[in-house]
């Protein structure tokens, strides 16, 4: 969705590198979901986010949302290969959680 | 686990035939939805439920109708397929996270290939 833009569309990363995606609104995020997907898989919920300066830890991710709340970022700590698969962001932009608009995916490769 | 089926997971079939794609949830959820996932566009809303025999449309529903007769099962029908339809399918649920927020958990997807 042009609402919503992810950066960046594709990562390829050496096992052990610090990353970082970008999900970014011209409109106010009221809610901000992370997920993850395998290829031929459903998404799995990493985590949302949903109040300014807000910061959330998974294992080794970790998901911001600014201060603005127009942009979120998803950090991965010395990555794994398990790590490696489609992180999508998905937002409420006024629909009071009933409907949520994603971006396109970033495909995240992972070299041993 | 959101306890989400889809059926069937994969399908073949021709232009210009009828396809009905079923999701099934266990948890009563009020909210299902169904979107669309293509290369380039992301996953995109094609309608969604808010209740039995309460649906909306989404973003993309043209050639696209749904039915909820009730509560569990939430069924995506296209009339007539065409090749721009060929796509992963997936469903989903309006759920609470462990944090207590409203979040969306996706069912495992049906791909679809329309010839």
């Known amino acids: 969705s042009q609402e919503l833009e992810q950066s960046p569309q594709s990562l390829i990363v050496q096992e052990g590198k610090n990353l970082t995606i970008n999900c970014t609104s011209s409109?106010?995020?009221?809610?901000l979901y992370w997920y993850k997907q395998k290829y031929g898989e459903g998404l799995i919920f990493l985590m949302m986010?949903?109040?300014?300066?807000e910061e959330k830890s998974h294992e080794k991710i970790t998901a911001k949302l600014d201060e603005k709340k127009q942009q979120s970022s998803l950090h991965i700590t010395a990555s794994q290969p398990s790590h490696a698969g489609i992180y999508l962001c998905?937002?409420?932009?006024?629909?009071?959680?009933?409907?949520?608009?994603f971006g396109e995916g970033t495909q995240l490769t992972v070299n041993p | 686990d959101a306890g989400i089926t889809q059926s069937p997971r994969h399908k073949v079939t021709e232009t210009g035939t009828p396809v009905t794609l079923r999701c099934h949830q266990t948890?009563?959820?009020?909210?299902m939805y169904w979107y669309r996932q293509d290369p380039g566009h992301g996953l995109r809303l094609i309608h969604y439920?808010?209740?039995?025999?309460?649906?909306d449309k989404g973003e993309v529903s043209d050639g696209y109708s749904v039915s909820r007769s009730k509560t569990e099962d939430f069924l995506l029908t296209l009339e007539s397929a065409t090749s721009s339809q060929t796509s992963v399918y997936f469903c989903?649920?309006?759920?609470?996270?462990?944090?207590?927020?409203?979040?969306?958990?996706f069912g495992p997807g049906t791909r679809l290939t329309v010839l």
């Open positions: 409109k106010t995020l009221y809610g």
């Open positions: 989903a649920i309006r759920g609470l996270s462990g944090s207590g927020a409203d979040t969306q958990y």
């Open positions: 998905g937002a409420d932009i006024g629909t009071s959680g009933s409907r949520l608009t």
């Open positions: 948890e009563n959820h009020r909210y």
């Open positions: 986010l949903q109040k300014g300066g």
């Open positions: 439920s808010y209740g039995v025999k309460d649906t």
